[in-house]
T-cell receptor
Framework: AQKITQTQPGMFVQEKEAVTLDCTYD???????LFWYKQPSSGEMIFLIY??????QNATEGRYSLNFQKARKSANLVISASQLGDSAMYFC???????????FGKGTMLLVSP | DGGITQSPKYLFRKEGQNVTLSCEQN?????MYWYRQDPGQGLRLIYY???????QKGDIAEGYSVSREKKESFPLTVTSAQKNPTAFYLC????????????FGPGTRLTVL
């Protein structure tokens, strides 16, 4: 079974609208961390936001927020007020237990139109 | 500026040749990682290292080798045993005792002809 599932291969959103990118995960560990990265067409991976499994509040970083629903094992990324520069691939990733390695999903391509 | 450098950005090799991809970081991170990315796919872990002179295989280590002689450097060799080496290779580093977000280099696009 896949540890990280991103079911939306592509998403379209108009500039200034909000968009939600879905991510579900599978782990039996009690301690884990969830990450979102952005990959523009240049190829670099940019860290956006982190949510720890024990964090009671949803993580927020500027226009990015993480809708963490532990019981449903989902960690959706919400981008508010989309900008043209948000067009990129977005990857959800998980770190389990005491390991430092990340497992990545297959990504969602987001296109923001004027 | 602190960061991770990978060189070169683009690399072309003939089939059957070994090739080494460079990765250097000046973030003083203990851990370093190599990932492979194929078109339309996520990142897959090749090798990682949490301390100098020690490294572990990731999910797709066959056909690759690494070394970690210095904390700052983690070169990846793509050997002739790797059956399909054409891909985008990303190096990353992280601290071990914090949230552990990984910081990535700009990547090397390897094409084997």
């Amino acid at each position: 079974a896949q540890k990280i599932t991103q079911t939306q291969p592509g998403m379209f959103v108009q500039e200034k609208e909000a968009v939600t990118l879905d991510c579900t995960y599978d782990t039996s560990d009690q301690s884990y961390g969830l990450f979102w990265y952005k990959q523009p067409s240049s190829g670099e991976m940019i860290f956006l936001i982190y949510q720890g499994s024990y964090d009671e509040q949803n993580a927020t970083e500027g226009r990015y927020s993480l809708n963490f629903q532990k019981a449903r094992k989902s960690a959706n990324l919400v981008i508010s007020a989309s900008q043209l520069g948000d067009s990129a691939m977005y990857f959800c990733a998980m770190r389990e237990g005491g390991y430092s390695t990340l497992t990545f999903g297959k990504g969602t391509m987001l296109l923001v139109s004027p | 500026d602190g960061g991770i450098t990978q060189s070169p950005k683009y690399l072309f090799r003939k089939e059957g040749q070994n090739v080494t991809l460079s990765c250097e970081q000046n973030l003083n991170h203990d851990a370093m990682y190599w990932y492979r990315q194929d078109p339309g796919q996520g990142l897959r872990l090749i090798y990682y290292s949490q301390i100098v002179n020690d490294f572990q295989k990731g999910d797709i280590a066959e056909g690759y080798s690494v070394s970690r002689e210095k904390k700052e450097s983690f070169p990846l060799t793509v050997t002739s045993a790797q059956k399909n080496p054409t891909a985008f290779y990303l190096c990353a580093s992280s601290e071990l005792l914090t949230v552990g977000e990984q910081f990535f280099g700009p990547g090397t696009r390897l094409t084997v002809l």
